[in-house]
T-cell receptor, first 114, second 110 residues
């Protein structure tokens, strides 16, 4: 059974803290993605990566960075968490060698910044 | 990328077919139509995709009109577990990320 796992389902952090959200996939996928989801705004793309050590900005990269040192792992980093980063964070992965885009999503991490 | 238009919400009686429409009048020739759904508190789940022809899998059927300007996702026998937000997405080929809109909130009613 293919899987995308995220390090935490729920996380509470304080303003100014550095936050790491980890995502691991076991499908040997080339592509990995980070989205955030907020009520009324839907899913918005933060960053994505097509390969190890590669990254591309999505629609809302401000306040975030990413790291992809290994193919199976894609980390989202909040350098200095702020209350407006309270959200549901979703990681996804997909194969890089197909015409179509079947993305597999993790269960999400609900982050609260106090 | 072509934009999509979906009704914000729909109801369906349990056991009946759920037909979810999507308009994508600006779709171009090499763009696929994808359907995903998101059950409450879970990540989105891939359902089906198509380019020109109708498609069917164990979850659903996808009918794309001949001019490709609209499509319909059909869940043949809806169950309570099909209650979710359904997203219709149009995207070109390759690795580019999917862009999710607001989707249709389907409520299956007993």
């Amino acid at each position: 059974d293919v899987k995308v796992t995220q390090s935490s389902r729920y996380l509470v952090k304080r303003t100014g803290e550095k936050v790491f959200l980890e995502c691991v996939q076991d499908m040997d996928h080339e592509n990995m993605f980070w989205y955030r989801q907020d009520p009324g705004l839907g899913l918005r793309l933060i960053y994505f990566s097509y390969d190890v050590k590669m990254k591309e900005k999505g629609d809302i990269p401000e306040g975030y960075s990413v790291s992809r040192e290994k193919k199976e792992r894609f980390s989202l980093i909040l350098e200095s968490a702020s209350t407006n980063q309270t959200s549901m964070y979703l990681c996804a992965s997909s194969r890089g060698d197909r015409d179509y885009n079947e993305q597999f999503f993790g269960p999400g991490t609900r982050l609260t910044v106090l | 990328d072509a934009k999509t238009t979906q009704p914000p919400s729909m109801d369906c009686a349990e056991g009946r077919a759920a037909n979810l429409p999507c308009n994508h009048s600006t779709i171009s020739g090499n763009e696929y139509v994808y359907w995903y759904r998101q059950i409450h508190s879970q990540g989105p789940q891939y359902i089906i995709h198509g380019l020109k022809n109708n498609e069917t899998n164990e979850m659903a059927s996808l009918i794309i009109t001949e001019d490709r300007k609209s499509s319909t996702l059909t869940l043949p026998h809806a169950t309570l577990r099909d209650t979710a937000v359904y997203y219709c997405i149009v995207r070109g080929s390759g690795n580019t990320p999917l862009v999710f809109g607001k989707g249709t909130r389907l409520s299956v009613i007993a």
